[in-house]
């Protein structure tokens, strides 16, 4: 066996080992996550001779990390702000019966992460709802079930919602305004099924009169300047995706624009970054790129071939099955060397987009969006199980699909 062929074979098993990792969540025994195993698996594609330093970091998509910090940054200034606060409370101020709830937790939820990142939207959100359920006397578990998955539904919208969207983004050039254009009817009628399976799938939570005890209608307290001025800044980063900006370059300006202040620590900023999430970024481009230089040869392409990705329900099955197995960002990463040789790649990545982003209401794992209301719902005293959630992630997941390839 040559050297050559150890190096292949050696970039294949750290893909295969990383890949694992990422989809289990950890290696059991020791205390190795999903950031880790990319950071690790990039490191020995370079030691194993499948890519050099400076492949592996040219490998890396600086624009998308870019675009990613730059949302981080937004979002933890209106974080910060007190405005998801603001727009909960006044969403559900109205709210006379808990199916008018669940359409203001849904209409938040989706709104919010059609434009800002999904998880950051979860993250802030989730022990919002689960106190306003228990001042309402409901059940929790429908409204953070909503949360969730109008989450991930109305991150399809655009390049910004969530960060598979953001890769899809700098593979296939498409515009934030293109993207839009394509998949923003996909999420706004996806929003419309979430509210109604949860609806169906729930009656004993819904088939109530009234509330029993009206929502709160006070107001919370916020940062008044720093909610102003990161509204004013959010407003000018989408005019600039919609007037052809390139999103890295609108997003970081925005972020790095609030940093300029007078009375918010920096320290309190950079803790709302997800810094391993933009490490785990990084190390699977490179993990990716290993894979790629050593194992895309005809051949493989050939039997990828027979995969009929060119079908856009072939296409969207392989993005779900892959995306249920490994999560939607590795997903993503994995199918690009059998994107871009398709006749029409852009009209593929939308597809990928879609049905990567829909997939994630599958299971509770199929998500970070999921996994991050599973995690603070718990705080809370809430438990959200993997089978509470499946029966109806499955179902919405199948009728979102099913939205997603009759518009597209």
């Known amino acids: 066996m040559s050297l050559a062929d150890g190096s292949r074979?050696?970039?294949?098993?750290?893909?295969?080992?990383?890949?694992?990792?990422?989809?289990?969540?950890?290696?059991?025994?020791?205390?190795?996550?999903?950031?880790?195993?990319?950071?690790l698996g990039a490191a020995l594609m370079v030691a194993c001779g499948a890519l050099t330093e400076r492949q592996a970091f040219e490998a890396i998509d600086l624009g998308t990390l870019s675009l990613l910090l730059g949302m981080m940054l937004l979002v933890a200034n209106l974080r910060l702000a007190g405005f998801f606060r603001l727009v909960t409370v006044m969403a559900a101020a109205r709210a006379r019966h808990p199916a008018t709830l669940l359409a203001a937790v849904v209409l938040v939820s989706g709104g919010l992460s059609a434009v800002l990142v999904n998880d950051t939207v979860c993250l802030a959100i989730t022990p919002l709802v689960v106190a306003l359920a228990r001042h309402l006397r409901r059940d929790p578990l429908p409204y953070l079930l909503a949360v969730a998955m109008a989450a991930n539904i109305g991150s399809a919208a655009t390049i910004t919602g969530n960060p598979q969207n953001m890769i899809v983004g700098g593979f296939s050039g498409l515009s934030w305004g293109?993207?839009?254009?394509?998949?923003?009817?996909?999420?706004?009628?996806?929003?419309?099924?979430?509210?109604?399976?949860?609806?169906?799938l729930h009656p004993g939570e819904f088939l109530v009169a009234r509330l029993p005890v009206p929502a709160p209608t006070r107001l919370p307290r916020i940062h008044r300047p720093l909610a102003l001025k990161s509204a004013l800044v959010a407003f000018g980063v989408v005019i600039a995706f919609l007037a052809g900006v390139p999103v890295a370059l609108a997003s970081l300006l925005g972020g790095a624009l609030l940093l300029l202040t007078r009375r918010v620590?920096?320290?309190?900023?950079?803790?709302?970054?997800?810094?391993?999430?933009?490490?785990?970024?990084?190390?699977?481009?490179?993990?990716?790129?290993?894979?790629?230089?050593?194992?895309?040869?005809?051949?493989?392409?050939a039997a990828a071939g027979r995969l009929h990705l060119d079908n856009p329900l072939s296409l969207t099955a392989?993005?779900?099955?892959?995306?249920?197995?490994?999560?939607?960002?590795?997903?993503?990463?994995?199918?690009?060397?059998?994107?871009?040789?398709?006749?029409?790649?852009?009209?593929?990545?939308?597809?990928?987009?879609?049905?990567?982003?829909?997939?994630?209401?599958?299971?509770?794992?199929?998500?970070?969006?999921?996994?991050?209301?599973?995690?603070?719902?718990?705080?809370?005293?809430?438990e959200l199980g993997f089978w509470r959630y499946a029966r109806t992630g499955v179902p919405m997941t199948l009728v979102t699909l099913a939205i997603g390839l009759w518009l597209r």
Not at 9 to 25: N, Q, R
Not at 285 to 299: H, Q, S
């Open 9 to 39: 074979i050696a970039a294949v098993l750290v893909f295969l080992a990383t890949y694992a990792v990422v989809a289990i969540g950890r290696v059991p025994g020791l205390r190795l996550d999903r950031t880790g195993a990319a950071v």
């Open 178 to 200: 293109e993207f839009a254009l394509a998949l923003a009817p996909v999420a706004a009628l996806g929003l419309v099924a979430c509210f109604l399976l949860i609806l169906l």
């Open 265 to 301: 620590k920096p320290e309190k900023v950079w803790r709302e970054v997800d810094w391993p999430l933009l490490a785990m970024f990084a190390g699977l481009f490179v993990v990716v790129d290993g894979l790629e230089k050593a194992m895309l040869t005809p051949e493989v392409l």
């Open 318 to 382: 392989v993005t779900t099955i892959l995306s249920s197995l490994v999560s939607n960002v590795p997903a993503v990463l994995v199918l690009k060397p059998f994107i871009e040789p398709l006749a029409d790649p852009q009209r593929a990545w939308l597809l990928v987009a879609m049905a990567s982003t829909m997939a994630g209401n599958l299971t509770l794992v199929g998500s970070v969006a999921n996994l991050i209301v599973a995690q603070r719902a718990k705080a809370e005293g809430v």
